[in-house]
C-alpha cells in the first residue's frame, strides 16, 4: 500500500478561495486566540518563574498581536473577556497576566 502524499511542497494546488467577510475573520481569530491562550494562561499559573514562564508570556504577546493585527483592540478585548470568563474563579489572576504581557499593545490600542 503506497502512502498518500503529506508534504506541502508535493500536495496539488488548491484554487484561491474568496475572501471572506470581516465579521467571520474576526471571530475565528477570536476562537484561534482563545484555545491557544487558554493553555497559555493556566501554564503560567501553574509554573514558577522562570525560563519557562518567559517563554509562555512571549507566546502569549505573540497571541496578542495576533489579535491585534485580526481586528484592532475589538478582537484583543474579546480574546481578553473570553479568556477571563472561562474560569470565573481564576478571571482576576489571568487578567493581571493577559495584562502584563499585552502592556505595549494595551497601551497603543487605548
Not at 478561495?17 to 491562550?37: F, G, W
Not at 477571563?84 to 487578567?95: H, K, L, T, V, Y
Request: hydrophobic content about 45%.
Amino acid at each position: 500500500m503506497k502512502r498518500p502524499r503529506t508534504t506541502g511542497h508535493l500536495a496539488e494546488p488548491q484554487p484561491p478561495r474568496a475572501a471572506p467577510a470581516a465579521e467571520p475573520e474576526q471571530s475565528a481569530a477570536v476562537e484561534a486566540a482563545v484555545m491557544a491562550l487558554l493553555s497559555l494562561v493556566a501554564a503560567v499559573e501553574t509554573q514558577p518563574a522562570g525560563p519557562a514562564t518567559k517563554a509562555y508570556r512571549a507566546a502569549i504577546l505573540r497571541k496578542g498581536e495576533e489579535a491585534v493585527a485580526a481586528g484592532g483592540s475589538e478582537v484583543l478585548e474579546a480574546v481578553l473577556r473570553r479568556v477571563c470568563d472561562a474560569a470565573p474563579d481564576r478571571a482576576d489572576r489571568r487578567g493581571r497576566i493577559l495584562a502584563e504581557a499585552w502592556t505595549g499593545l494595551i497601551d497603543a490600542q487605548s
